[in-house]
């Protein structure tokens, strides 16, 4: 992968967090443990990682890390040096994805997608179709089963996304939208899928491992 030290035009933002035990995925601490959880954590992050890496050879994007825990030596240990790297920062979580793509649009991207580390099923090619899609509508949502999104991508900064928002609750893909609707913003979607967030997720995790050979080889 070559080295990206700039914004390009297709922007794609991971936001993830340093797999440290007891710190992360703390929900399936029951199911794994802290240290089978932050394994976890740190192989769905490198998996979704592997994703953008796939798109990156069919179309020019940069990819930045927003991370949370750990520091940016044990990132760019962790995942390599060629990836941008920040903090997210304090605020709930619309305030650190509003500014997030804000950095992105004023480092002059054209279109600004954030993913998680917690959707299996997010591949590169609904990576393609998202980027794709935000040629023609301003906003483009992966719903997420539970009620949440996977994915959002812009074309251009739009705030009040990201405000009065309840994060982490099943209405906020419904209140996005609401909002995207009230102001005027034209949206489409990419096709629902799960989160793995609890013990009873797990299954949607072991499916995409084997079904690929990618834990064998890294």
């Not at 991508?153 to 705030?159: E, K, Q, Y």
């Not at 609890?198 to 064998?216: G, H, T």
């Amino acid at each position: 992968m070559l080295k990206l030290s700039e914004v390009q035009k297709q922007h794609l933002i991971i936001f993830t967090r340093y797999p440290e035990a007891g710190k992360t995925k703390t929900r399936l601490i029951p199911a794994l443990g802290s240290i089978g959880a932050a394994n976890l954590q740190q192989q769905m992050t490198e998996y979704t990682l592997l994703q953008a890496q796939e798109l990156q050879k069919a179309i020019g994007i940069s990819v930045e890390v927003r991370f949370t825990g750990g520091n940016l030596q044990l990132m760019e240990d962790w995942l390599g040096l060629e990836l941008l790297y920040k903090l997210q920062g304090e605020g709930n979580l619309g305030s650190r994805m509003a500014r997030s793509l804000f950095d992105a649009f004023q480092k002059r991207a054209e279109y600004g997608i954030i993913i998680g580390t917690d959707c299996p099923g997010l591949n590169s090619q609904i990576l393609a179709t998202a980027f794709q899609q935000l040629q023609t509508v301003d906003l483009v949502l992966g719903p997420a089963i539970d009620g949440g999104y996977y994915l959002i991508g812009l074309h251009r900064f739009i705030p009040e996304l990201f405000a009065n928002i309840d994060w982490g609750t099943a209405q906020v893909l419904q209140q996005t939208v609401a909002i995207a609707e009230k102001i005027g913003v034209s949206h489409t979607y990419l096709p629902a899928l799960a989160d793995v967030d609890r013990p009873e997720d797990l299954s949607i995790w072991e499916e995409i491992v084997q079904q690929s050979d990618w834990l064998r080889d890294s």
